[in-house]
């Protein structure tokens, strides 16, 4: 998700965004954590962010999860409820 040209990535304990700034990006990045840590939803935030900005992306995904990036999702009961619990809105994919 894009916020005045920055990649948003997250919330910080002040309700504050935590941003990635594009141009600070490099060629390779790697994304590591526990199982449920969030990954799998920090590298499709940053795929959408980095194509809406025009940069080309590739994902490698041994293990699958992000293989229906291509196809638009629908909120299930747990992540509404979850995204009403930290009082997030979507702010994300819009298809034009």
């Known amino acids: 998700m894009l916020e ?13 965004h935590i941003v990635m ?11 590591a954590g526990a199982t449920g840590t969030g990954k799998t939803v920090t590298l499709k935030v940053m795929a959408e962010a980095f ?6 992306v590739f994902l490698a995904d041994v293990k699958g999860d992000i293989s229906g990036l ?13 995204k009403n619990r930290f009082g997030l809105t979507d702010a994300g994919f819009v298809q034009k």
């Open 70 to 82: 291509m196809h638009a999702g629908e909120d299930s009961a747990d992540l509404q409820e979850r």
């Open 4 to 16: 005045n040209g920055k990649i948003w990535v997250g919330v910080n304990e002040e309700k504050e």
């Open 51 to 56: 194509s809406e900005l025009g940069v080309p």
């Open 21 to 31: 700034f594009p141009q600070m990006a490099n060629r390779h990045g790697l994304i």
